[in-house]
């Protein structure tokens, strides 16, 4: 039963909604609703690639995500649930003499953050997975703490630690308008009942926008569908996880031994559809059997879509909104998964104590604003802040 | 006591499928995801009625009541490299 | 290497085993004939055991011969996890088995079903938290045992394939007897029609049925594979008809394409109107061991026998809930197996008469009325059934266990409709209670097989659960189709009242 009030409703039942619900909890912060329109878990949190890595190329991105990997390694005892964290190691492979030399940089900067990763030559990486095409291979950067979790374990995970902590849960419930008087929220309307609040967390991932909307806030983020596909199990071949900076896409072997990958499709427009596109999946098989070009006889499985709120810079936004008191931004997120166990304990920090953590500061929505917006140049999805060539 | 599989592809047996919804992973997707039942290469071929029977049994709903999910390509899995198409004119694909 | 398995003759079909030539499996050779799938040859030298389950290691041995079960991936010419029941074989094919050390007949790895606990989703999650060190070796451990076939090793990416683009009048998916039906009157009215067939021939699966019946308008009985022959003959005639075979339409994708892939050609279809005849899955029911070796699903012992000539064994146990146990029961028989008996979860009263049964009856061959299986008994291969009688007035004891000892067992198992691109396409549908223990996934059509506009379903891919009933479904999807496409005249829509009428009686 949805009691009538709460101190904190959170929208959105997926891994950050649900990871801050927890870490409120753990905090003894009071009453928390978490309001999930479908089952937990079921937006992109368990639709996504899987990857945890925070071997990234800006001061932002590295100190952020270099948190949530420290935090990744204990998760499992923290959450009494296995999320079978495989720690194989995250490959950021360079196809051309150019994304090399950006590598190289990259490790630079990583070195000066105290991350330990690794520039490969093109023997190296050979050495590391002999099945890739010689020929789109000249280097990487190796984090080998990275690697990948259960999606839906993760999900579970959270979700069961914040149920024993007495966080009520309610899927298959949906957040249709929220109450503002004075600037100020006062109460949340579910397709069930409404719920008198003064605090709401915007943790929708695809839908923040409607959401937002629901107070009038327009965010800086639009929707996007990415794409994965999936071939039937085969033995290992690709031991760590692998981004391509040359094909915009990301894969590894799962461990029951299917090849799961994904790519940006960069002629698809923003859309809010789960459906898949043919653009997409010719796209990515072209692009994978050229990296591997013994995939070529493996055969696609399954194959879905998930959708993402992503701004001009690709990184999520956090924190309060300067308009409305009490509405506070948990989404923008395109990295999400890795990034979800730090923002679930940064963001409960700032809604105990009114004080912003650093590593999330920077992560506010006033930067667009400002004209300020995060560059990162080892991401694997085009940003549109990216003067060159798109991706890096 | 031999074992009763419902799924063949991923070894999943009526045991297995019983204990995940007394678990609480009560739906139908959830079990899918905890189990890998409809996720072998046979793509629920198999496995699909046997699984909604149990899962309709266990739950104490009736099947019809069950909501038919929309399916997602491929219908067959498909060599990877037949779908490494040319790119036709018009495509904006960048080599 | 014995050939007894194979069928020299039959009272019904005849077999023209193709040359002989010779492939090589594990690296000995073994004999095969041109033409035959790479699991008859494998069949009829002895092997039974086809692959390892993936977690467990359990033996698994040929099931559905159609290419759905994916129990006999193998290796073929160093390309990974190939369904052997759908390969033909060709002179010095190399094929190996895969997920088994040292051996399919005996791999150390089957241990793993002994420590299953080690490996069931529930145990996983749960423990292995603490101490990490403990979870990274299972992890190890399991990673390193993943997969099925190893990744082919190419070492350049393959040329693109064409893609050709195409919006035929009608597209019809599925060559079967509701498909060809649709199509043959669809052409009759000029239209162009284009039939989409994943194998390499025109027909379904009763090309490898040999029941007798009679088609309405068509006047005396015939074997199910002459009909279909007959109709793939037919439609040969009509220049705009267009036939793809070996081509399978897997996917509906959001930009409104079918997509289907075929011989060195990506279709992308783009249809005025589309027919979904795509057939349906045998499914069968879950007793304990029933992965064993040596058990079979009727279509699949059906394509073994008729497409391959091959029998499943000698000595066989039937287990049905409906009439077509007994169609199986008699075409084991007249290949030549010993059909110990048929086992039916029906009472003696809710079973109706049918040729078949009366033949069954008339052989003496024993019916177990009101009986399910219980198990199927052997470790490495079926060496017996236990049937279990059912709650019924005529059992005075239900739960007596009968034993017979046989070495196959051919399950007549229900259909599930094979309507995945109507789902994908977003139709609307509902499971439903088809016949008591069964349900399918039936879409929303109208009177005249319509889905929505332009798009039909006809036949089992929309829930027929007999032949007539599909070909008469055929017929009014293919008649719609004309008369949507504003090609029909005026014998169309009589035509079609009739049909509609026919379906309902
Ligand atoms: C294909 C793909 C690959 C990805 N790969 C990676 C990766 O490798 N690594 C990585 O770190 N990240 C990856 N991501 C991103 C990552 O999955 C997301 O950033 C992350 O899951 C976001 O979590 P979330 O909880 O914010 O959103 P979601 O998981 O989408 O959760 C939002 C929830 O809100 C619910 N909701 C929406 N509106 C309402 C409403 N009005 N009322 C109630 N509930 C509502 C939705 O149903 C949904 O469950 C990928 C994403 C996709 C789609
Ligand atoms: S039997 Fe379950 S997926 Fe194949
Ligand atoms: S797929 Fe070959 S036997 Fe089933």
Redesign the interface.
């Known amino acids: 039963m949805i009691k009538s009030n709460y101190d904190i409703v959170i929208i959105g039942g997926g891994v950050q909604g649900l990871a801050l619900a927890y870490n409120l909890a753990k905090n003894k912060f009071g009453s928390i609703a978490v309001i999930e329109k479908s089952y937990i878990g079921s937006g992109a949190s368990s639709r996504n690639g899987e990857m945890l890595r925070s071997a990234f190329a800006s001061n932002e991105w590295i100190q952020f995500f270099d948190k949530s990997m420290q935090l990744w390694e204990t998760l499992s005892a923290e959450l009494d649930f296995n999320v079978m964290f495989t720690h194989c190691g995250y490959l950021v492979l360079a196809s051309t003499s150019k994304e090399f030399e950006l590598c190289r940089e990259n490790v630079n900067t990583q070195h000066s953050f105290g991350l330990k990763t690794k520039l490969l030559n093109q023997r190296d990486v050979l050495k590391l997975i002999p099945a890739l095409n010689p020929e789109m291979v000249s280097g990487g950067t190796l984090q080998s703490n990275g690697g990948f979790a259960r999606h839906d374990a993760v999900v579970w995970a959270y979700a069961g630690a914040a149920k024993r902590l007495g966080v009520d849960i309610f899927p298959y419930t949906e957040v249709t308008g929220i109450q503002v008087e004075a600037g100020t929220v006062r109460s949340v309307k579910t397709s069930k009942s409404e719920i008198s609040t003064s605090l709401v967390v915007n943790a929708a991932g695809g839908h923040a926008g409607d959401v937002a909307g629901m107070v009038g806030v327009s965010l800086p983020s639009q929707t996007y569908r990415l794409e994965m596909i999936v071939t039937e199990p085969l033995k290992p071949f690709l031991h760590p996880m692998l981004a391509s900076l040359n094909t915009l896409s990301y894969m590894h072997q799962s461990t029951r031994g299917e090849f799961v990958g994904g790519a940006e499709t960069e002629t698809l427009p923003p859309a809010k559809s789960l459906k898949s596109t043919l653009v997409a999946t010719q796209d990515m098989a072209r692009k994978f059997t050229k990296l591997f070009p013994g995939l070529a006889s493996a055969r696609l499985m399954r194959q879905w879509g998930g959708i993402v709120d992503m701004t001009p810079d690709i990184a999520p936004v956090i924190g309060p909104v300067k308009k409305i008191e009490g509405f506070i931004l948990d989404c923008g997120w395109v990295y999400g998964f890795v990034g979800a166990p730090a923002a679930g304990e940064l963001l409960a920090q700032y809604i105990m104590t009114g004080k912003m953590p650093p590593e999330i500061q920077p992560f506010n929505v006033e930067r667009f604003e400002k004209g300020e917006p995060i560059i990162d140049r080892s991401l694997v999805v085009p940003s549109e802040t990216e003067t060159e060539g798109g991706a890096a | 006591m031999s074992k009763k599989i419902v799924c063949f592809c991923h070894d999943i047996t009526e045991t297995d499928l019983i204990n995940t919804i007394e678990a609480g992973y009560d739906h139908i997707e959830m079990l899918k995801r905890f189990t890998g039942v409809f996720m072998g290469p046979c793509q629920g071929k198999m496995c699909m009625q046997n699984v909604l029977k149990i899962f309709a049994r266990e739950t104490g709903q009736p099947i019809e009541s069950l909501r038919v999910p929309t399916l997602r390509p491929p219908a067959e899995p498909i060599p990877l490299g037949s779908l490494a198409t040319e790119t036709l004119r018009g495509d904006d694909d960048k080599e | 290497m014995t050939d007894n398995l194979r069928i020299h003759h039959h009272p019904v079909v005849n077999f023209n085993h193709g040359k002989q030539i010779s492939i090589r499996f594990n690296g000995r050779p073994v004999p095969a004939y041109e033409g035959e799938t790479i699991a008859a040859a494998l069949y009829a030298s002895g092997i039974r055991i086809f692959s390892r ?4 290691h ?1 033996p ?1 041995g040929l099931y ?1 011969l159609s ?5 006999c ?1 193998m290796r073929v010419n160093g ?3 190939v369904r052997v029941c759908q390969t033909i074989v060709k002179e010095n094919m190399v094929i190996e088995s895969q ?1 088994a050390w040292p051996s399919l007949q005996f791999d150390i790895a089957a241990i793993a ?1 002994k420590l299953d606990f080690l490996i ?3 145990f ?7 101490p ?1 060190w403990l ?2 070796i299972w ?1 190890r451990f ?3 045992a ?13 040329s ?4 050709i ?1 195409a919006s035929p009048q009608v597209l019809v998916i599925g060559g079967g007897i509701a498909g060809m039906s649709a199509a043959l009157n669809a052409v009759r009215s000029g239209a162009e029609v284009w039939l989409v067939e ?1 194998e390499g021939k025109l027909g379904g699966r009763l090309q490898y049925d040999t029941r007798e019946f009679e088609l309405p308008e068509k006047g005396s009985k015939k074997y199910a594979f002459e009909y279909v022959v007959e109709m793939a003959n037919k439609l040969a005639n009509y220049t705009c008809f267009h036939l793809l075979t070996n081509t ?8 409104d ?1 079918i ?1 289907a ?1 075929g011989p060195g050609k ?1 279709w ?1 279809f783009e249809p005025q109107c589309t027919i979904i005849a ?1 057939g349906s ?1 045998e ?9 064993l070796p040596g058990i079979f699903l009727s279509t699949g012992i059906q394509r073994l026998m008729h497409r391959d000539g091959v029998l499943p064994g000698k000595q066989t146990v039937v287990i049905s809930s409906s009439n077509e146990g007994y169609v199986i029961a008699k075409q084991l028989y007249e290949a030549g197996i010993s059909v110990l008996g048929i086992a039916e979860s029906r009472s003696g009263q809710s079973s109706n008469a049918c040729p078949e049964k009366d033949f069954i009856l008339s052989k003496n061959i024993p019916v177990f009325h009101s009986h399910k299986i219980k ?1 199927a008994i052997g470790k490495k291969q079926v060496k017996g059934v236990v049937l279990e009688s059912l709650p019924d007035p005529a059992n005075s004891n239900p739960g007596t266990e009968t034993k017979i000892a046989c070495d196959t067992i051919c399950i007549s198992g ?1 259909r ?1 409709p ?1 309507n ?2 109507l ?2 396409h ?1 139709c609307g ?5 088809n016949c008591p223990d ?2 399918i ?1 039936k879409p929303e059509v109208n009177n005249y097989m319509s889905v929505s506009d332009g798009l039909y379903a006809a036949g089992e891919a929309g829930g027929s659960n007999n032949i007539k009933q599909s070909f008469i479904e055929g017929k009014i999807a293919g008649l719609s189709a004309t008369k949507y496409l504003g090609i029909g005249d005026r014998l169309t829509d009589e035509k079609l009242n009739i049909a509609v009428e026919q379906l309902q009686r």
Not at chain 3, 160 to 163: E, L
Request: with cysteine; net charge positive.
């Open positions: 389950s993936m977690k467990y359990r698994r559905c290419g759905h079960c994916s129990q991936l390309e990974p996890n997920n079903g069931r989703p529930g996983y999650y749960r423990y292995l938290i603490k990490r979870y990274h992890e399991l990673r390193n993943a997969g099925i076939g190893k990744i082919a090793d190419n070492s350049k990416p393959p693109p394939v064409k893609r683009q994943k399978t339409a897997f996917g509906w994708y959001e930009e394409v997509a892939t990506f992308e795509t899955y499914t069968p029911p879950v007793f304990e061991n029933n992965d198990s229900s599930a094979a995945d691109l789902f994908q977003g549908g509902t499971y439903i209670i069964h349900f996934r």
